[in-house]
């Protein structure tokens, strides 16, 4: 079973530059979450993706971060303009399906992508 | 809201020793509880996982943890590490929300075994 495929796997850019990540989740699964993980820290959720609406986007800084699953498979992040503090590792992951009763749905990662911002 | 606490953030051991990750979580109510792994250079997998039921889980690897509800803790054990056990191990907790659940993770514990 192929896994949940993230790029790029590196990238850099300088503060005020735009950068999108690309997520394609494992085939069937219905959600999808992007999380950021700054050094030294553990993942915390920006946005979770049931199919292709958001169901919780609580944490997303949406003044500079959007994301979109049109098709309900693969997605997209982007970050415009980027800040210093968002170096950090975007990890997307994905699972069968969420909701009342779901709840054992186990996540699966991808690698991620390093974004240093300069 | 919920919060997960890690005790150590690094922990350095020779090979053979026993292992022990603290994890502790803010959440009164029915929790689902995980320790994810990763090694160098490779994606956050799943070690193990406690839903419901016998409060003891055992993972891969020869990974255990212990659910105390009493204490809200679900700390990692292995009786004899490997150097292959180097890694960071993350604690996470399930919360719920307006139907969903998201997973609040700890800070991590960086592991280090020395053959």
């Known amino acids: 079973e192929a896994g949940v495929a993230q790029s790029p796997r590196y990238k850099i850019i300088e503060k005020r530059q735009s950068v999108a990540f690309w997520c394609n989740p494992i085939?069937?699964?219905?959600?999808l979450y992007w999380y950021q993980q700054i050094l030294g820290q553990g993942p915390k959720l920006l946005i979770q993706?049931?199919?292709?609406?958001?169901?919780?986007d609580s944490q997303l800084p949406k003044d500079r971060f959007s994301a979109e699953r049109l098709k309900g498979v693969d997605s997209t992040l982007k970050i415009q303009p980027a800040k210093l503090e968002d170096s950090a590792v975007y990890l997307c992951?994905?699972?069968?399906?969420?909701?009342?009763?779901?709840?054992?749905?186990?996540?699966?990662f991808g690698a991620g992508t390093r974004l240093s911002v300069l | 809201a919920q919060s997960v606490s890690q005790h150590n953030h690094h922990v350095i051991l020779s090979e053979a020793a026993s292992l022990e990750l603290g994890c502790n979580y803010s959440?009164?109510?029915?929790?689902?509880l995980f320790w994810y792994v990763q090694y160098p250079g490779q994606h956050l997998q799943l070690l193990l996982k406690y839903f419901s039921g016998d409060p003891l889980v055992k993972g891969i690897k020869g990974f255990e943890a212990e659910f105390i509800k009493s204490k809200f803790s679900f700390n990692l054990r292995k009786p004899s590490v490997q150097w292959s056990d180097t890694a960071e191990y993350f604690c996470?907790?399930?919360?719920?929300?307006?139907?969903?659940?998201?997973?609040?993770f700890g800070a991590g514990t960086r592991l280090a075994v020395h053959p």
């Open positions: 959440y009164g109510g029915t929790v689902n």
């Open positions: 993706f049931q199919n292709n609406g958001v169901v919780d």
């Open positions: 085939s069937g699964h219905a959600t």
């Open positions: 992951a994905s699972s069968l399906k969420q909701g009342l009763g779901l709840a054992k749905n186990i996540q699966y």
């Open positions: 996470a907790v399930t919360s719920f929300s307006g139907g969903y659940n998201k997973l609040i």
